[in-house]
């Protein structure tokens, strides 16, 4: 069912919301960009409609809300061992674009779907239900059409921003209620979706991964590239981690155990016993992060892992454009057929 709301209403409407819910949406941070003084646009918990940022593009992605930065698993001593909480007991409705709702899909396969669920995420993704939030252009650097994740069904509600009207479909009969005694009127809404980008990309279903490794393509960015890892922690479907052990300074046998964020494009991550290093150029961990994005991840699951969002390219302060590699590994494609022929 649609709805039409005014900025009354709607700000009415989250206020009864958040009551049972936790709501998360991108948020402007004045001038606590990293290292400047410039907004930083992330995920944070908001009250009303004027905290919300709608039209720009969050520089993080919503993952942050239930795949924290840095989390504590359990607590230790040399006797016991006790679970953290959940780092939030309701349930919660987080408002994001149609390619974070497709890079959740992305986060729900490698944490969900492998050999086992984790546990530690999924006690907050089953806490979550998600809003759309409608894209009528693309943003600078986005490539989500040639990606397929500009639109979206699997959503509980959406909400399209006209000036000070907005307008929000609900598909979750638990929500509907809600929804309904706030607005103001009953209309058939469908979300906005992009249609074309300015960026685009090549993709290719026959890509020869031992030709794309062996390629000195990926030989400029040894220089070019500064290994930062800013990438990768922008990134909605980055899933890597490392684990780090807390040891408290009023009794060293007692501690914690977080999981925190990691990067296969920084220093170290590859380290192994002995001293040892299996991707320590730079062009190499680029080309073992595309490879992933676009053909390991596709081959083990059915789809590619980037859903085009652009924040890698939007963050990147040696200005690499992930969009021109992910089609320069298509380029690369073994035509079979004229191969055959």
């Not at 069912?1 to 709501?23: H, P, R, T, V, W």
């Not at 606590?32 to 993080?60: N, W």
């Not at 500009?150 to 959406?158: L, P």
């Not at 922690?233 to 007692?254: E, H, I, K, S, W």
Request: net charge negative; with cysteine.
């Amino acid at each position: 069912m649609g709805y039409k709301f005014s900025l009354s209403s709607i700000n009415a409407l989250l206020e009864d919301l958040s009551k049972e819910y936790l709501l998360f949406a991108p948020k402007r941070f004045e001038g606590q960009a990293p290292y400047s003084d410039l907004d930083s646009i992330r995920y944070g918990e908001v009250q009303s409609i004027e905290e919300m940022e709608l039209d720009q593009k969050s520089h993080y992605s919503m993952k942050e809300v239930f795949y924290p930065i840095s989390e504590t698993l359990f607590y230790f001593t040399e006797n016991t061992v006790t679970e953290s909480e959940p780092r939030f007991q309701k349930e919660a409705l987080v408002f994001l674009r149609s390619c974070d709702l497709h890079s959740v899909k992305r986060l729900d396969a490698i944490y969900l779907e492998n050999k086992f669920a984790d546990h530690y995420y999924k006690r907050l993704r089953d806490k979550i239900k998600f809003v759309l939030i409608g894209c009528p252009e693309a943003y600078e650097n986005c490539f989500c059409v040639d990606m397929e994740t500009n639109k979206s069904d699997d959503y509980s509600a959406s909400i399209d921003r006209d000036g000070d009207v907005f307008y929000m479909d609900v598909r979750d009969e638990d929500l509907d209620g809600i929804f309904e005694r706030h607005s103001e009127e009953k209309l058939h809404v469908e979300p906005s979706y992009v249609t074309e980008t300015p960026t685009r990309v090549k993709l290719s279903d026959n890509i020869d991964p031992k030709k794309v490794a062996g390629s000195e393509f990926w030989n400029q960015y040894d220089k070019r590239c500064i290994a930062c890892g800013r990438c990768n922690f922008v990134c909605p479907t980055c899933t890597c981690f490392t684990m780090q052990d807390l040891f408290y300074q009023d009794n060293g046998r007692a501690g914690e155990r977080r999981r925190v964020h990691a990067s296969c494009m920084v220093d170290g991550f590859t380290d192994v016993a002995g001293g040892g290093k299996y991707r320590d150029k730079h062009g190499q961990r680029m080309r073992f992060k595309t490879l992933h994005k676009v053909y390991d991840f596709k081959k083990r699951f059915g789809y590619h892992m980037c859903t085009g969002c652009g924040r890698c390219d939007d963050v990147c302060p040696e200005y690499i454009s992930f969009s021109t590699m992910v089609t320069e590994v298509a380029s690369m494609t073994i035509d079979k057929e004229e191969e055959n022929a």
